[in-house]
C-alpha cells in the first residue's frame, strides 16, 4: 500500500513537473512572441502540460484571425475534442467553422446544425469527414438519422450498418476502456436504428430479431424494451407487448419509468378487448403520473431561474431528491446514464482539477492569472449547461406525460364506448366466461423462453415475459 | 264641383265612424270544447309499399377517436443524438 502511495505521489510530481515546464513555455511565448502564430504556440504547449481547458480561448482566437490549419493544430484540435468535447471551438460560429473541413471541426459543426433542425447543411459538412476516421461512426450515425427523418429508409439502413460495422472494429481496436465503452454505446445505437428502420417498414419480425443482438446487459437494453413492445403490439401478439411493457415495473428498472409504456399496455388490453383491465391501466396513469407531474411542475417554475438548483439536486444525497418528488431520484438516475450528460460532468471534474493544477504553480504572473480566470469562467459555463440539460429532461418528461394522457383520454372515451355497447347488448362480464390466462394463449418461437411468473420479477427473465390472457373480442363478435 | 267634393269627403267619415261604432260592439267567442275523432280520419293516397307504417333503422353512429400509433421513431432519433455530444 505505502509503496503504492509513494509510485502515485511520484507519478502526479513528475505531471505536475511537466505541466510547470509546459506552462512556463507558454508564459513565454505569451510574452515574447508577436506572430500571427502567438495563440496557436501558446495553445500548442497548454495541451502538452495537459491544460486542455486553458487552451480552448487561445485554440479560438487562433481560429478567428486565420483560416489555416496545419498538422499540428489539427492534431491539438482532435485532442481538444476528445478531451472537452464541443467545448473545443465554442466561441465560433457556424459561418467560421464551415472554413475548416478538418474531420473534428466537421463533426462538431455537423452535430450543431443536426441541433438547429439544418438536415441538409449538416448532411453536407458530416459527409466531409473521411471514411477512415475514428469519427466517421458517429458521422455515419447522424446522417442515418437525417436519411430517416427524410424518409430514404434504403440509404438510412445502409449509414447505421456502416457505423455498426465500423464502431465495432473501434471498440476492438481500442485499448482505453472508457473509449470501448463509448464505440460500444455508438455500435449499439446504430443496431438499434437498423430495428427501428425495419419497424417503420412494417417489418416487425425481422426488426424483432435484430433487437435481440443486444445484450441485456447493455446500457441501451432498458429502452428496447418499449421498442420490442410496439413490434409485437403490431404482430398482434398483444399478450407479449404487455408482457414487455410490464417489465418496466421490476425493481431492477425502477429508474427507468416511460409514460408511453403505459399507454401502450392499456391499449393492448384494449385489443384483446378486455375493458376492465384496460380502463385500470387508464385510472392508475391518471392516479399516479398526474400529481408527481404536477408537483414536478412546481418545482420547475419556483426555480426555473436558478443556475445551481438542479445540479445542486444531482450531487443532493438520494434521500433529500426521494423526498422532493418520487420521480427526481428516478429522472436523475436515468439522466446519469445520458453520454452527454456524463461527458460534460467530467469536463467539469477536469476543469476543477486544471484549476487546482494551475493554482499549486509556484510563480505567479499576469499569464497565470488570465488563465486562473478563463478557466472559472468555463467551470461556470459548465455548471450551467449541466443544470440546463437536467432542467430541460425534467421539462421533457412533463411534456411526456401531457403528451400521453392526452391519448390517455381517447382510449378512455373509446373504452366508454365499447362498455356501453356491451350494456345494449345486455353482456356482462359474468355472462362472458372466460380464462383469466393460460399457457395456451402465448405464441413464442424458438429463441423465446418460458417463465411462470410467481409474484417476483427474476433479472434473467426480463424482457422474457409474456402474458397468457384470452382474447375477448372472439366471443362478442360471436354474439 | 266643390259641393261634390265635399259631399264625398262627408260620406266616407260617417262610414269610417259607423265601422269603429260596430267593432266597439263586436264579442269574439272561442271554441271552448272540441272532438276530433282519429278514428274514423282518413288518408288519401296511394299504397307504394306492402305492410304497416315502417321507419328505416338508422345506424349509430360511429366516432373514431384517434388512439396512439408509432408509426416512426423521430422523437426518440432526434434526443439521442441530441443526448450525445
Known amino acids: 500500500m505505502h509503496k503504492l502511495i509513494i509510485i502515485f505521489s511520484i507519478f502526479s510530481f513528475i505531471n505536475v513537473r511537466e505541466a510547470y515546464a509546459s506552462a512556463k513555455e507558454a508564459f513565454e511565448i505569451y510574452q515574447s512572441d508577436n506572430s500571427n502564430e502567438k495563440n496557436k504556440k501558446i495553445a500548442h504547449e497548454l495541451i502538452e502540460g495537459q491544460f486542455y481547458f486553458s487552451a480552448i480561448p487561445f485554440i479560438n482566437m487562433y481560429l478567428e484571425k486565420n ?29 467560421k467553422l464551415e472554413n475548416f473541413s478538418i474531420p473534428s471541426i466537421s463533426l462538431i459543426l455537423g452535430t450543431r446544425l443536426f441541433n438547429k433542425e439544418n438536415y441538409k447543411k449538416a448532411f453536407e459538412i458530416l459527409s466531409k469527414i473521411p471514411e477512415t476516421h475514428k469519427f466517421s461512426a458517429e458521422a455515419n450515425l447522424i446522417n442515418g438519422t437525417i436519411k430517416n427523418l427524410e424518409r430514404s429508409q434504403i440509404e438510412a439502413a445502409q449509414l447505421y450498418e456502416n457505423c455498426a460495422r465500423k464502431s465495432d472494429k473501434l471498440e476492438k481496436n481500442s485499448s482505453n476502456e472508457k473509449l470501448k465503452r463509448y464505440y460500444n454505446y455508438i ?14 417498414d412494417k417489418k416487425y419480425a425481422e426488426a424483432l430479431e435484430i433487437y435481440d443482438l443486444i445484450d441485456k446487459r447493455s446500457y441501451k437494453w432498458p429502452y ?14 398483444y ?19 416511460f409514460p408511453e409504456a403505459e399507454v401502450l399496455m392499456a391499449l393492448s388490453y384494449y385489443s384483446l378487448c378486455l375493458w376492465d383491465d384496460a380502463l385500470k391501466v387508464v385510472d392508475h396513469f391518471y392516479e399516479y403520473y398526474q400529481p408527481k407531474a404536477e408537483s414536478l411542475k412546481e418545482i420547475l417554475g419556483q426555480n426555473k431561474k436558478s443556475d445551481t438548483y438542479f445540479l445542486d439536486l444531482y450531487y443532493a444525497e438520494t434521500k433529500t431528491r426521494e423526498e422532493l418528488n418520487p420521480f427526481i431520484r428516478n429522472l436523475i438516475t436515468q439522466t446519469r446514464k445520458q453520454i452527454k450528460f456524463n461527458l460534460d460532468l467530467s469536463s467539469l471534474k477536469a476543469s476543477k482539477e486544471e484549476l487546482n493544477l ?11 492569472k488570465k488563465l486562473e480566470k478563463n478557466l472559472e469562467n468555463t467551470i461556470g459555463f459548465i455548471s450551467k449547461k ?13 411534456n411526456e406525460i401531457h403528451k400521453h394522457s392526452y391519448s390517455m383520454f381517447n382510449l378512455k372515451l373509446e373504452l366508454f364506448s365499447k ?5 345494449y347488448s345486455t353482456r356482462s362480464n359474468e355472462e362472458i366466461k372466460r380464462a383469466r390466462g393460460s399457457e395456451n394463449n402465448i405464441t413464442r418461437n424458438s429463441k423465446q423462453y418460458f417463465f411462470d411468473f410467481n409474484g417476483s420479477f427474476w433479472a434473467d427473465e426480463l424482457g422474457d415475459y409474456s402474458f397468457g390472457l384470452q382474447s375477448k373480442c372472439e366471443l362478442l363478435k360471436s354474439e | 264641383m266643390k259641393l261634390i267634393l265635399c259631399s264625398f269627403i262627408m260620406a266616407f267619415f260617417s262610414i269610417v265612424s259607423a265601422e269603429a261604432e260596430d267593432a266597439k260592439d263586436m264579442v269574439y267567442k272561442y271554441k271552448e270544447y272540441e272532438v276530433i275523432d282519429l278514428g274514423s280520419m282518413e288518408i288519401k293516397g296511394q299504397i307504394i309499399a306492402p305492410g304497416d307504417l315502417t321507419v328505416n333503422e338508422r345506424s349509430r353512429k360511429i366516432f373514431e377517436r384517434s388512439l396512439l400509433e408509432k408509426s416512426n421513431f423521430d422523437y426518440e432519433n432526434k434526443r439521442e443524438i441530441e443526448n450525445l455530444r
Not at chain 1, 85 to 95: S, Y
Not at chain 1, 224 to 237: Q, V
Not at chain 1, 419 to 423: A, F, G, L, M, S
Request: aromatic residues 10%; contains cysteine; glycine residues 2%.
Open chain 1, 419 to 423: 362498455k356501453r355497447d356491451d350494456i
Open chain 1, 224 to 237: 428496447i424494451l418499449l421498442d420490442k413492445a410496439w413490434a409485437n403490439y403490431y404482430l398482434k401478439d
Open chain 1, 239 to 257: 399478450n407479449r407487448s404487455i408482457g414487455l411493457t410490464m417489465t418496466y415495473k421490476s425493481p431492477l428498472l425502477e429508474s427507468y419509468f
Open chain 1, 67 to 95: 483560416n489555416k490549419i496545419d498538422q499540428e493544430l489539427e492534431s491539438d484540435i482532435e485532442t481538444l475534442v476528445l478531451k472537452t468535447g464541443t467545448m473545443a471551438v465554442l466561441n465560433l460560429d457556424e459561418k
Open chain 1, 386 to 398: 449541466i443544470n440546463t440539460y437536467i432542467k430541460k429532461e425534467i421539462f421533457s418528461f412533463i
Open chain 1, 187 to 200: 455500435k449499439e445505437t446504430c443496431i438499434i436504428r437498423k430495428a427501428r428502420v425495419k419497424i417503420e
Open chain 1, 358 to 368: 494551475l493554482k499549486k504553480l509556484k510563480n505567479k504572473n499576469e499569464f497565470t
